[in-house]
C-alpha cells in the first residue's frame, strides 16, 4: 500500500491515471492541508474519529495503584474549548468540501466533544440523520469511584445538507443482519481487545482509542456501496482502511503520526478482500430505481394498443401513447385506473393489470423487473 504526503499528493493532482493517485493511499500529513489537495466531491463517506479532548488531570490509577494506560498523548491535548471548536471548525468545512453532494459523514465521540462536535454541524448546514449509541460490554471502570462508568460513545450520522437527495441506507440489508427487525440506534459491541489489539514490541497498544472492526463493518455496511470511496481524516491504525479493503470499497485515510502509518500499513496490506458475489446485500423495492410505466412503452415492452387486465380478466384497458390507459372512453394512469374500475380509494397498477405478450399472462410489474435489469446490463 502507498503512503502519499500531501506535496506529493498535490503535484498528482492533474494526473492522467484513471484511477487518482490518492485512492486506497494513506496521506501523511495535517488533515486539513491533506483534504485541501485532495478535489472537490471525491468521497462518498467520511468516518471521523477525531481527538476527544479528554481533559486528563494527571496519571489515571487502578486501586491497586497500577498505571492506566488512558489516551494522554499530545493529538489530544487542546489549551481551551475555543481552540478545540476552531480546528473542529476547520476539519468540518474541508471535509464537507470533498464530501458529494448524496455522501454522508459519520463523527465518534464521546460527552468530552460530540455536544461540541453536533453543534459545529449543524452550524455547518450538515443535516443530522441519526445519532447512534455505542454501547461497550467492557467498558474500563471508573477507577476513582466519583462518577458512573462511561460504558459508551456516541456517533453522529449526517448528511451534507437538509436537501441532500439519494444518500446510501441499506435499510434491508441492516434489518437482516439483524434477524428481520429494523436495526435500531443503539449498538452493543465489546472495546477493541485480544488478537484484534495492535501492540508493539513493548507489549504496550499501538494506539490508545483503537475502534473495534464490527463497529466500522456496520458503519459500511449501513452507508456504502461496492466500489464508494471511504474517507478517513483521523486514520490512525487504519481500522477504517482494514474494513473498507475487506468490503470491497475504496478509502483514503490520512494521519500524521508515522508510528500509527506503520502499524496501518502492515494491517491493511494483509487484508483480504472479500469476493465480489459474496458482497451483495438484501435491498427492497425502496432501493431500486423508480421506472415510470412510460419508460416500458419507450423501450417496446409494452406497446401502444396493448390490452392490459386484471388478474382474474374482470376488467380491461387500452395502453394509450402517453402512458395512460383507457377504459369505455375515460384515461388515467395504471393506478388511478384500478382503483377505479374496482371503485377503491387506490391501487398499485403494477401488481393490478396483467399482459400476456405471447409468454403467458403476468403482472406488468414483471416487465418493469426485466427493464431494470436491462438498466443495470447497460450499466
Same mark, same amino acid.
Given at each position: 500500500?502507498?503512503?502519499?504526503?500531501?506535496?506529493?499528493?498535490?503535484?498528482?493532482?492533474?494526473?492522467?491515471?484513471?484511477?487518482?493517485?490518492?485512492?486506497?493511499?494513506?496521506?501523511?500529513?495535517?488533515?486539513?492541508?491533506?483534504?485541501?489537495?485532495?478535489?472537490?466531491?471525491?468521497?462518498?463517506?467520511?468516518?471521523?474519529?477525531?481527538?476527544?479532548?479528554?481533559?486528563?488531570?494527571?496519571?489515571?490509577?487502578?486501586?491497586?495503584?497500577?498505571?492506566?494506560?488512558?489516551?494522554?498523548?499530545?493529538?489530544?491535548?487542546?489549551?481551551?474549548?475555543?481552540?478545540?471548536?476552531?480546528? @473542529?471548525?476547520?476539519?468540518?468545512?474541508?471535509?464537507?468540501?470533498?464530501?458529494?453532494?448524496?455522501?454522508?459523514?459519520?463523527?465518534?465521540?464521546?460527552?468530552?466533544?460530540?455536544?461540541?462536535?453536533?453543534?459545529?454541524?449543524?452550524?455547518?448546514?450538515f443535516w443530522i440523520l441519526?445519532?447512534?449509541?455505542?454501547?461497550?460490554?467492557?467498558?474500563?471502570?471508573?477507577?476513582?469511584?466519583?462518577?458512573?462508568?462511561?460504558?459508551?460513545?456516541?456517533?453522529?450520522?449526517?448528511?451534507?445538507?437538509?436537501?441532500?437527495?439519494?444518500?446510501?441506507?441499506?435499510?434491508?440489508?441492516?434489518?437482516?443482519?439483524?434477524?428481520?427487525?429494523?436495526?435500531?440506534?443503539?449498538?452493543?459491541?465489546?472495546?477493541?481487545?485480544?488478537?484484534?489489539?495492535?501492540?508493539?514490541?513493548?507489549?504496550?497498544?499501538?494506539?490508545?482509542?483503537?475502534?473495534?472492526?464490527?463497529?466500522?463493518?456496520?458503519?459500511?455496511?449501513?452507508? @456504502?456501496?461496492?466500489?464508494?470511496?471511504?474517507?478517513?481524516?483521523?486514520?490512525?491504525?487504519?481500522?477504517?482502511?482494514a474494513v473498507a479493503k475487506?468490503?470491497?470499497?475504496?478509502?483514503?485515510?490520512?494521519?500524521?503520526?508515522?508510528?500509527?502509518?506503520?502499524?496501518? @500499513?502492515?494491517?491493511?496490506?494483509?487484508?483480504?478482500?472479500?469476493?465480489?458475489?459474496?458482497?451483495?446485500?438484501?435491498?427492497?423495492?425502496?432501493?431500486?430505481?423508480?421506472?415510470?410505466?412510460?419508460?416500458?412503452?419507450? @423501450?417496446?415492452?409494452?406497446?401502444?394498443?396493448?390490452?392490459?387486465?386484471?388478474?382474474?380478466?374482470?376488467?380491461?384497458?387500452?395502453?394509450?401513447?402517453?402512458?395512460?390507459?383507457?377504459?369505455?372512453?375515460?384515461?388515467?394512469?395504471?393506478?388511478?385506473?384500478?382503483?377505479?374500475?374496482?371503485?377503491?380509494?387506490?391501487?398499485?397498477?403494477?401488481?393490478?393489470?396483467?399482459?400476456?405478450?405471447?409468454?403467458?399472462?403476468?403482472?406488468?410489474?414483471?416487465?418493469?423487473?426485466?427493464?431494470?435489469?436491462n438498466l443495470g446490463k447497460?450499466?
Amino acid at each position: 500500500m502507498r503512503v502519499l504526503k500531501t506535496a506529493d499528493l498535490r503535484s498528482k493532482k492533474n494526473s492522467s491515471s484513471t484511477a487518482p493517485a490518492w485512492l486506497d493511499t494513506i496521506i501523511k500529513g495535517d488533515c486539513v492541508a491533506a483534504l485541501e489537495a485532495l478535489p472537490a466531491n471525491s468521497v462518498d463517506v467520511i468516518f471521523a474519529d477525531p481527538p476527544y479532548n479528554l481533559q486528563l488531570g494527571g496519571d489515571l490509577q487502578r486501586p491497586d495503584q497500577s498505571h492506566v494506560d488512558a489516551c494522554d498523548d499530545h493529538w489530544d491535548q487542546f489549551d481551551t474549548f475555543q481552540a478545540y471548536d476552531d480546528f @473542529t471548525r476547520a476539519w468540518l468545512l474541508a471535509v464537507r468540501r470533498v464530501l458529494k453532494p448524496s455522501g454522508t459523514i459519520w463523527v465518534i465521540g464521546s460527552y468530552h466533544n460530540i455536544f461540541r462536535v453536533g453543534a459545529l454541524l449543524q452550524d455547518l448546514q450538515f443535516w443530522i440523520l441519526n445519532d447512534v449509541v455505542w454501547r461497550k460490554t467492557n467498558p474500563m471502570p471508573n477507577f476513582r469511584g466519583r462518577r458512573f462508568t462511561n460504558a459508551h460513545e456516541t456517533m453522529i450520522w449526517a448528511s451534507r445538507d437538509e436537501n441532500a437527495k439519494g444518500y446510501t441506507f441499506n435499510y434491508d440489508a441492516m434489518k437482516m443482519a439483524n434477524d428481520d427487525v429494523q436495526m435500531r440506534s443503539d449498538w452493543v459491541f465489546p472495546i477493541c481487545n485480544g488478537g484484534e489489539r495492535l501492540k508493539g514490541e513493548d507489549g504496550k497498544k499501538v494506539h490508545p482509542t483503537q475502534k473495534p472492526e464490527a463497529l466500522l463493518h456496520r458503519v459500511l455496511m449501513s452507508s @456504502t456501496k461496492p466500489g464508494d470511496v471511504v474517507l478517513d481524516p483521523f486514520f490512525g491504525t487504519g481500522t477504517t482502511g482494514a474494513v473498507a479493503k475487506r468490503l470491497g470499497r475504496h478509502f483514503v485515510g490520512i494521519e500524521r503520526e508515522q508510528d500509527y502509518i506503520d502499524a496501518a @500499513t502492515k494491517r491493511i496490506d494483509a487484508i483480504v478482500p472479500t469476493k465480489a458475489a459474496q458482497l451483495v446485500v438484501t435491498t427492497g423495492k425502496r432501493a431500486e430505481p423508480r421506472v415510470p410505466f412510460g419508460s416500458l412503452i419507450e @423501450t417496446g415492452l409494452i406497446s401502444v394498443g396493448d390490452v392490459l387486465q386484471d388478474s382474474k380478466k374482470r376488467w380491461k384497458a387500452t395502453v394509450r401513447l402517453d402512458g395512460s390507459l383507457d377504459h369505455k372512453g375515460e384515461a388515467a394512469s395504471i393506478h388511478r385506473m384500478g382503483a377505479k374500475v374496482q371503485e377503491l380509494d387506490a391501487c398499485n397498477g403494477w401488481t393490478f393489470w396483467h399482459i400476456d405478450k405471447g409468454d403467458g399472462f403476468k403482472q406488468i410489474d414483471d416487465l418493469r423487473r426485466q427493464y431494470r435489469e436491462n438498466l443495470g446490463k447497460a450499466a
